[in-house]
Nanobody, 125 residues
Framework: VQLQASGGGLVQPGGSLRLSCAASGRTISSYIMGWFRQAPGKEREFVTT????????YYADSVKGRFTISRDNAKNTVYLQMNSLKPEDTAVYYC???????????????????WGKGTQVTVSS
């Protein structure tokens, strides 16, 4: 599976962005899909994941209530709607695909089988 994230950019605090992750090569319906992020000087961290049919989601506490993950298996695309953005959300955001059957386990980057190139999100006034 090849993954390509897009939609990043510069936004003011309190603003919104919508990231997209387009997949090719295989259908994403076989995978739990997720978003991770990495800020400068920090390790890559879990943001959110979504089950194969979109019926279940899992969020890091730091983004719960502000970010929403969704997927359109027909379009082979995953989305991340980010609202009420904060400067601490600044990072490179990566989409990923996992063949794990456990949504709880999908918070660990090591369970991801495929990664896309990241897209930069900068939150600054």
């Amino acid at each position: 599976v090849q993954l390509q994230a897009s939609g990043g950019g510069l936004v003011q605090p309190g603003g919104s962005l919508r990231l997209s992750c387009a997949a090719s090569g295989r259908t994403i319906s076989s995978y739990i899909m997720g978003w991770f992020r990495q800020a400068p000087g920090k390790e890559r961290e879990f943001v959110t994941t979504i089950t194969r049919n979109g019926g279940g989601t899992y969020y890091a506490d730091s983004v719960k209530g502000r970010f929403t993950i969704s997927r359109d298996n027909a379009k082979n695309t995953v989305y991340l709607q980010m609202n009420s953005l904060k400067p601490e959300d600044t990072a490179v955001y990566y989409c990923a695909a996992s063949s794990t059957t456990s949504l709880l386990s999908s918070r660990y980057a090591g369970t991801m089988d495929y990664w896309g190139k990241g897209t930069q999100v900068t939150v600054s006034s």
